[in-house]
């Protein structure tokens, strides 16, 4: 497919066309030179806006994420004004960095409404939860009229925490009797998060009941945090929409409570970093003379005969010289 001009891609997004969107989300998420200076081209000419909401939904597999964002993605759909963009990460296979991409197929009937967007995207072993490339993503889906942003992350993990610095609200999705109820979460999760909600309470109420109670209590057992707001906990069934549309008001409750724009506006700094860092990394492995060297020292720290810490002084000397 050929490359548009950068004004058609800017247009198209501006005017919500789906297939500009998406052709610009494609060169947001290319690894070529000339991709990337488009896609910062168009990014650099797309309007910001601190009246859209971002909102990250994390959790384990089979807590049964999809169902959920597609339950809430309806409910968001069917009340007049609301336009809803999907960003789904897929792990990505480590041996192939391909990735299953079935979120939009297990988002039945979201996909199909027309004021939805779906976007799959392979995580490509990229850490934090989340795509290299979903910052810029959510730029482009809120210039393109989605005025609430879902990202989808990969899991739940301590490497898996980048989205926290990118959405405005961070909902950890869980399941009642995974064992007991506080093991296998992470400390700096529970410090992060905005919200929990407590999903297949449908199979057993009560002790869904149980768990939101026990959260509950060990949310408050944390340092209060800086801006006031303490996480609430919610139950629901994604599978048959119980409660789903409970969790709405939650979401609008904390953005009265929290100045959304003041942490945006860390966010952006933050994003700055980030690109530095990845720019740096890129300049690094673009380098003649460590690209010519790289192969031969990986293998010499792999045999041991160079300690990983006497290689990475060689290859950072090649870099600077």
């Not at 309806?74 to 990505?92: I, T």
């Not at 002790?207 to 109670?213: D, H, T």
Request: charged share 25%.
């Amino acid at each position: 497919m050929s490359r548009l001009t950068l004004t058609e891609y800017v247009e198209g997004v501006l005017r919500g066309d789906r297939s500009a969107l998406a052709r610009a989300i494609t060169l947001i998420e290319s690894d070529l030179p000339v991709d990337n200076e488009l896609a910062s081209q168009i990014l650099d000419r797309l309007p910001r806006s601190d009246h859209t909401y971002r909102i990250a939904i994390t959790g384990a597999p089979g807590v049964g994420k999809s169902t959920f964002i597609d339950a809430l993605g309806m409910h968001l759909v069917n009340d007049p004004g609301h336009r809803v963009a999907v960003l789904s990460v897929d792990p990505s296979s480590i041996a192939s960095g391909g990735s299953i991409l079935g979120d939009k197929t297990r988002m039945e009937r979201l996909s199909l409404h027309d004021r939805a967007f779906i976007r799959p995207t392979p995580a490509r072993g990229h850490l934090g939860g989340v795509a290299r490339s979903t910052r810029e993503t959510i730029v482009l889906c809120e210039a393109a009229g989605y005025d609430i942003v879902l990202v989808e992350t990969v899991g739940v993990g301590q490497s898996e925490t980048a989205v926290h610095s990118m959405v405005d609200f961070f909902l950890l999705l869980m399941i009642p009797g995974a064992g007991d109820e506080l093991q296998g979460i992470k400390r700096g999760i529970i410090e992060m998060l905005d919200g929990m909600v407590i999903n297949k309470a449908d199979n057993d109420t009560a002790r869904a009941e149980r768990a939101r109670a026990e959260y509950s209590n060990a949310l408050h057992l944390f340092p209060p945090r800086p801006d006031g707001w303490v996480p609430r906990v919610l139950t629901c069934s994604a599978l048959t929409g119980q409660n789903v549309p409970a969790v709405w008001p939650m979401l609008l409750e904390y953005r009265k409570h929290v100045d959304l724009s003041a942490k945006r506006r860390q966010q952006a700094g933050d994003w700055m970093h980030e690109l530095v860092s990845l720019g740096l990394q890129d300049s690094f492995r673009r380098n003649p003379a460590v690209s010519r060297r790289l192969p031969e020292i990986t293998d010499a720290v792999r045999r041991g005969e160079l300690t990983p810490s006497a290689a990475a002084r060689e290859l950072l000397r090649l870099f600077r010289s």
